[in-house]
Antibody
Framework: QVHLVESGGGVVQPGRSLRLSCTAS????????MHWVRQAPGKGLEWVAL????????FYADSVKGRSTISRDNSDSTLYLQMRSLRREDTAVYYC??????????????WGPGTLVTVSS | QFALTQPASVSGSPGQSITISCTGT?????????VSWYQQHPGKAPKLIIY???HRPSAVSNRFSGSKSGNTASLTISELQAEDEAEYYC??????????FGGGTKVTVL
């Protein structure tokens, strides 16, 4: 059974950095692309970033491009999102989600419960 | 990257059918058969209900169906039930290899 758990959220001041983690189990993590998706309080879903199965391809939403880095450790079945120069508008619940495929066009098969990031002074 | 366009809300009575539209461009919805739909109840993570325009995961009720015409994808919920009251989002692959969600549609069961 696929199990995803995000961690690393919390309250952080504007301009600071934060690293989110997503620990995966129940499937062969190294075979699948992974995504980060966020949801600001009371708002809709926003796709943030994706990484291919081997880390060779990475894509970002314009809203985080240049400020965020997605990475993965296949030996540890863990996905990461390093966020820098945080802004108040980055406040959201951050979800990790599995792709059904290793790379290329896809859909989001399984989701974690999310971790809340609050950017506030 | 602009969000795909969905109606803010759709409502129906139990037993009725409703349809939610998701309009994009030829660079996303219209260009690829990689539109998926997600159901989200308050306080919960989203759940996949339709993938690749028309396909339904085995555990999802056959009351949910998807289609696409041109730049618009649609989700139809037939025989509406109280448990269908939730937020629904479409999601698409794009030409730049980025992904994009729709703005979300709140479904109310009257």
């Amino acid at each position: 059974q696929v199990h995803l758990v995000e961690s690393g959220g919390g309250v952080v001041q504007p301009g600071r950095s934060l690293r989110l983690s997503c620990t995966a189990s129940g499937f062969t993590f190294s075979n699948f692309a992974m995504h980060w998706v966020r949801q600001a309080p009371g708002k809709g879903l926003e796709w943030v970033a994706l990484i291919s199965y081997d880390g060779g391809e990475k894509f970002y939403a314009d809203s985080v491009k240049g400020r965020s880095t997605i990475s993965r450790d296949n030996s540890d079945s863990t996905l990461y999102l390093q966020m820098r120069s945080l802004r108040r508008e980055d406040t959201a619940v951050y979800y990790c989600a599995t792709s059904f495929y290793s790379t290329g066009p896809d859909y989001l098969d399984h989701w974690g419960p999310g971790t809340l990031v609050t950017v506030s002074s | 990257q602009f969000a795909l366009t969905q109606p803010a809300s759709v409502s129906g009575s139990p037993g009725q059918s409703i349809t939610i539209s998701c309009t994009g461009t030829s660079s996303d919805v219209g260009g690829y058969d990689y539109v998926s739909w997600y159901q989200q109840h308050p306080g919960k993570a989203p759940k996949l209900i339709i993938y690749e325009v028309i396909h339904r995961p085995s555990a999802v009720s056959n009351r949910f169906s998807g289609s696409k015409s041109g730049n618009t994808a649609s989700l139809t919920i037939s025989e509406l039930q109280a448990e269908d009251e939730a937020e629904y989002y479409c999601f698409s692959y794009t030409t730049s290899s980025a992904r994009v969600f729709g703005g979300g549609t709140k479904v109310t069961v009257l």
